[in-house]
């Protein structure tokens, strides 16, 4: 059961309570999934777990958590068919194409933030694939 | 903390009662159990709203939307969607959507809806202060304590136009400012929660699923007013709102959110509770106020009105549960945002639990002019097992009916009114093609007259004598005359009853006389009742053509009224006959007939 912070047996002031309120709105804003535009999947499918696929999670989980970056959505998925280069990592982020990124670890991790999501550059050295798209569908443009 | 999924169970009434705490329970377990404890954060919300698909367990952030969940499940849920990342479709809402995932913004049941009063409803613990307060919960007592001044707090409730949403649609304001005027040593702030309309449930849901708004809102009006004690009425039927309201009490008196000095403004407030029976009129102020003082509860006439003279001779501002669950974020937000939603008449939203033969049962939000046909087909998916739609009441006992030519009415106070209907706290039972019009009054009527308190003639003595002349039609005794003699012992109570109970009782007649006089005709001419429910009208009978003679009918019959050889047609010797309607629904060849 989750316990609300015990009143520092004082009451609170209105500096305490606007503190409060600052701290957790961070938190329960995590779980407000309407306004995120960016989303990243990870493969984890056996051979993604077995090559990381968990760490990679977690790690995504804590860097975008330290980073204070809310319009960012984290799920998992099977296989991506890719198992060369397990873990895989799906991103997707308004202003860049779809990609996918293979032989993801934890400091991979950190640059696709960094380079790719907060600084709209693609990690190129781990660029293995883009999921299938139409490209005629918006007139050859 | 960072956690990778949320889970929320719905905590309302609805849900626990078909088992969301033992759903609770097993995915806390579950997720121990599988090692995903530090990963997960399980959480029990308020009520949802779609009470018809409950209980319902949402997850995030994929959005999954399960439906129906057992505590059976939990293993699955964990196991598939937390561990492997894949959904479980069989539980969700959506199956056969072609989509990946069925997301709660693609779902028509919400939307067409708008939550203001059911903003935190589903999303937050209501039984964790911190969620209330990470949702800029107290934030409108922050900027009413050191930002305004009270005539401030009464000029956006002014400016933003709010009505009381009780049902009488008073202007909150002025009821305020009427209590903030008169001088007195003592005031109070009530909380009416003594919902009572068949069916309602809007402000249970609300107080379950958000407790905390209504205490800030309750602390708002004490400062703007100089009160110093509130008190919430419920009723004792609502254990796990009483509940949870006293866990948001405490949790706000720790904080000092409650109490003396709360934020180190010198303002001291605090709130009690005080349960009510379970009477109706107690739903009504004056009684109400009776009722908390001890006495008996009865009206009195206004005025004065309470804000003037009410508890305990003083001045007290008294309020709907909605009405106050709206009150922290007209602050927060400022009267001008809230005044633009809704209609020039009715700002804002409005709470309805939509029940009856509808498919989507549930509480729905949805703006004011919003119409009833957008709530019933498109929010409400329509009349269940694809019934023909006869009419709605909205209202509860004390409004009327609104037939098929009326769905694309906005709904708004002044519009439910002029239809001969009212907006009333929120209840909305659908009727369709099976429900007899003459019988759907008399229950109104008979609840009513129950629920009397018998103080004032008109209510005592003329809904007694509606009921009889509702009972003598039913059973094929009724004359023209009856329905000239309800028109007028009914206009007779609108005007002289004391309370609104009795004002009120006669709407479900007048209405119905009004939109479905053939009906009435033909229970009074031709004796008969053509929905099949008034049992002294109808016969039931075997069609001789269509029956096989599988005796299945006469095994069912508990009066044996059927006899006949086997593959022989039976006969209902209807001197026997008690049209329990057994015999129907077992017949399946279509032979029994009712007329």
Known sequence: MPQYEEAQMAKMTLEELRKLRDKKKVEIKKRDVSDRDTHIIVGMGTCGIAAGGKVVLDTFLRELDSRHLDNVIVTQTGCMGLCYVEPTVEVISPGMPPVIYGKVDASVVKRIVDEHIVGKQMVSDHVFDRPSADIIKDGGK | MAFRNYILVCGGTACESSKASAI???????????GVSKDVQVVKTGCFGFCEQGPIVKILPEDSFYVRVKPEDAKELVSEHIVKGREVKRLLYDKDSSKKHAKVEDIKFYQKQFRIVLRNCGFIDPENIDEYIAREGYGALEKVLFEMTEDDVINELKIAGLRGRGGAGFPTWMKWNFSKQVESDDKFIVCNADEG???????????????HSVLEAMTIAGHTIGANHGIIYIRAEYPLAIKRLEIAMKQARDYGLLGKNILGSGFDFDIEIRLGAGAFVCGEETALLASIEGHRGMPVPRPPFPAVRGLWS????????ETWANIPIIILKGGAWFERIGTPDSHGTKVFALTGKIRNSGLVEVPMGTTLREIIYDIGGGIANDKEFKAVQTGGPSGGVITKDYLDT???????????SMMGSGGMIVMDEDDCIVDVAKFYLNFTVDESCGKCAPCRVGGRSLSNILEKITKGD?????????????????KASLCALGQTAP?????????????????????KCPAG????????????????GCTACARKCPVQAISGERRAPHKIDPSLCIKCGVCLETCKFGAVEVH
């Open chain 2, 314 to 321: 003083h001045p007290t501002v008294i309020n709907n549960v």
């Open chain 2, 410 to 420: 906005p709904i708004d106070f002044g519009s439910l009114v002029k239809l001969g």
């Open chain 2, 478 to 494: 009724g004359t023209l005359d009856d329905l000239d003699k309800m028109a007028e012992i009914g206009n007779a109570m609108k």
């Open chain 2, 24 to 34: 609770y329970d097993a995915l806390v377990a579950e997720c121990q159990a599988q």
């Open chain 2, 507 to 527: 709407n479900p007649i007048l209405s119905t006389v009004k939109f479905f006089k053939d009906e009435y005709l033909a229970h009074i001419v031709e004796k």
């Open chain 2, 533 to 548: 429910k008034c049992k002294s009208l109808i016969t039931y009978s075997i069609n001789v053509d269509k029956c096989i």
């Open chain 2, 197 to 211: 309309d068949p069916g309602a449930y809007m402000d249970r849901s609300t107080l379950e699923g958000d407790p």
